[in-house]
């Protein structure tokens, strides 16, 4: 009986410890973020990879000079007990960058390649070779009933956003156009820095029925559905307690994307990777990646109860010319000499619904919108 006994407590002190044990190791392995997110696995979502159906929404998320190493080098930077989600993404592709005229692309003609689906020439916004403008994939989706929303932490009219929201031969010249252009085009959402910008045309913003707002508070009180948040008059979003984060800016864009019936395209991008890169800053730029792989985490836990969206991660070139060498990164890994874009393939990351269209290809940028044209059923 006193044996007995003694093996019943036995029995019921391993079942504790079993028990602590599975419950530790489970909070180690799924820690919230500080958004408060859980880090989803790959079978946390079910992948439908069946062409014939239509993509709802999708969600593409750039990071500006984002090649391979960079997102190495950041895992180097934070350790081997932190994972970046991007590895989570079993749908990996490359993309080949250069622009119609040049082997080293400008962001500009790269982030038109991805909005039109047509190769330009360099530091050119939203026009083809001979100066026309050319139909975004957000123009497609308007003309579908789908929401549009370009979230960014650089100025809204900085090269990548540029080409999603407006047309320009060459980026740097009439920038005073810029801002009713990008009004004009009734992207639903447009998010990122450059107040000044927008506030010279209030009017304008008015007659087109967006709510302005330069803070995070009062993006995070607005109601609306239609709204433009630029916060600061600076070209990249400072780091300030009184504006968003990027997370948090896609965030409250899908909130608000998610309640149109017809789906949406959301365009965010982490854009000061290649800030970092061009100033040889490992440590910031690392923060930089981590920044973007938030993004997907909120993204992937949005597609884990809506099926039918598609993510798709990428870069519009390298920068820096990045390699990994042996020891401690620092910025002797940088090895273009200007630090400026280099030509190498970038990776392409994907998630969700056919999301297996990108797998194991190496493809023109320029089929990134082909393959978000024809998914999401659109006719020209
Ligand atoms: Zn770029």
Same mark, same amino acid.
């Given at each position: 009986?006193?044996?007995?006994?003694?093996?019943?407590?036995?029995?019921?002190?391993?079942?504790?410890?079993?028990?602590?044990?599975?419950? #530790?190791?489970?909070?180690?392995?799924?820690?919230?973020?500080?958004?408060?997110?859980?880090?989803?696995?790959?079978?946390?979502?079910?992948?439908?990879? %069946?062409?014939?159906?239509?993509?709802?929404?999708?969600?593409?998320?750039?990071?500006?000079?984002?090649?391979?190493?960079?997102?190495?080098?950041?895992?180097?930077?934070?350790?081997?007990?932190?994972?970046?989600?991007?590895?989570?993404?079993?749908?990996?592709?490359?993309?080949?960058?250069? #622009?119609?005229?040049?082997?080293?692309?400008?962001?500009?003609?790269?982030?038109?390649?991805?909005?039109?689906?047509?190769?330009?020439?360099?530091?050119?916004?939203?026009?083809?070779?001979?100066?026309?403008?050319?139909?975004?994939?957000? %123009?497609?989706?308007?003309?579908?009933?789908?929401?549009?929303?370009?979230?960014?932490?650089?100025?809204? $009219?900085?090269? =990548?956003?540029?080409?999603?929201?407006?047309?320009?031969?060459?980026?740097?010249?009439?920038?005073?156009?810029?801002?009713?252009?990008?009004?004009?085009?009734?992207?639903?959402?447009?998010?990122?820095?450059?107040?000044?910008?927008?506030?010279?045309?209030?009017?304008?913003?008015?007659?087109?029925?967006?709510?302005?707002?330069?803070?995070?508070?009062?993006?995070?009180?607005?109601?609306?559905?239609?709204?433009?948040?630029?916060? $600061?008059?600076?070209?990249?979003?400072?780091?300030?307690?009184?504006?968003?984060?990027?997370?948090?800016?896609?965030?409250?864009?899908?909130?608000?994307?998610?309640? #149109?019936?017809?789906?949406?395209?959301?365009?965010?991008?982490?854009?000061?990777?290649?800030?970092?890169?061009?100033?040889?800053?490992?440590?910031?730029?690392?923060?930089?990646?981590?920044?973007?792989?938030?993004?997907?985490?909120?993204?992937?836990?949005?597609?884990?109860?809506?099926?039918?969206?598609?993510?798709?991660?990428?870069?519009?070139?390298? =920068?820096?010319?990045?390699?990994?060498?042996?020891?401690?990164?620092?910025?002797?890994?940088?090895?273009?000499?200007?630090?400026?874009?280099?030509?190498?393939?970038?990776?392409?990351?994907?998630?969700?619904?056919?999301?297996?269209?990108?797998?194991?290809?190496?493809?023109?940028?320029?089929?990134?919108?082909?393959?978000?044209?024809?998914?999401?059923?659109?006719?020209?």
């Amino acid at each position: 009986m006193f044996n007995k006994k003694i093996k019943f407590f036995e029995l019921i002190l391993f079942m504790c410890l079993l028990f602590t044990s599975f419950a #530790c190791k489970n909070n180690s392995t799924s820690p919230t973020d500080e958004y408060g997110y859980v880090p989803l696995l790959e079978k946390d979502v079910e992948y439908i990879q %069946d062409a014939s159906k239509q993509v709802k929404n999708i969600i593409l998320i750039l990071g500006d000079g984002m090649g391979a190493n960079q997102v190495k080098v950041t895992e180097m930077v934070i350790g081997e007990n932190r994972s970046l989600d991007l590895r989570k993404l079993t749908s990996v592709g490359q993309i080949k960058t250069s #622009c119609l005229d040049n082997y080293v692309t400008d962001s500009a003609a790269a982030a038109t390649a991805y909005a039109t689906g047509v190769k330009t020439v360099y530091e050119r916004a939203g026009k083809d070779k001979d100066g026309n403008d050319l139909k975004t994939i957000l %123009d497609y989706c308007h003309e579908n009933g789908k929401m549009t929303a370009v979230v960014t932490d650089k100025a809204l $009219s900085d090269a =990548t956003p540029l080409a999603f929201t407006a047309h320009l031969n060459n980026r740097y010249k009439e920038p005073l156009t810029i801002a009713p252009q990008q009004i004009k085009s009734n992207v639903d959402i447009m998010l990122g820095s450059g107040a000044n910008k927008f506030k010279a045309n209030q009017s304008l913003m008015e007659e087109y029925g967006y709510d302005f707002v330069e803070t995070k508070e009062a993006l995070m009180n607005l109601k609306s559905n239609k709204y433009i948040g630029a916060f $600061s008059n600076l070209n990249k979003m400072m780091e300030a307690s009184i504006y968003p984060t990027l997370p948090e800016m896609a965030q409250k864009a899908l909130s608000t994307l998610k309640t #149109c019936d017809k789906g949406f395209f959301l365009f965010v991008e982490s854009g000061q990777i290649d800030n970092y890169c061009g100033d040889g800053n490992i440590q910031k730029m690392a923060e930089k990646v981590v920044t973007l792989d938030r993004v997907l985490r909120i993204s992937m836990n949005f597609a884990k109860e809506n099926p039918d969206t598609l993510i798709i991660v990428l870069a519009d070139h390298e =920068t820096g010319g990045l390699v990994i060498k042996d020891g401690t990164p620092d910025k002797t890994w940088f090895t273009e000499e200007t630090r400026y874009h280099t030509p190498v393939n970038v990776p392409v990351y994907s998630y969700g619904m056919n999301s297996n269209e990108f797998n194991g290809k190496t493809i023109e940028n320029t089929e990134v919108f082909d393959i978000m044209f024809r998914l999401m059923g659109f006719q020209k």
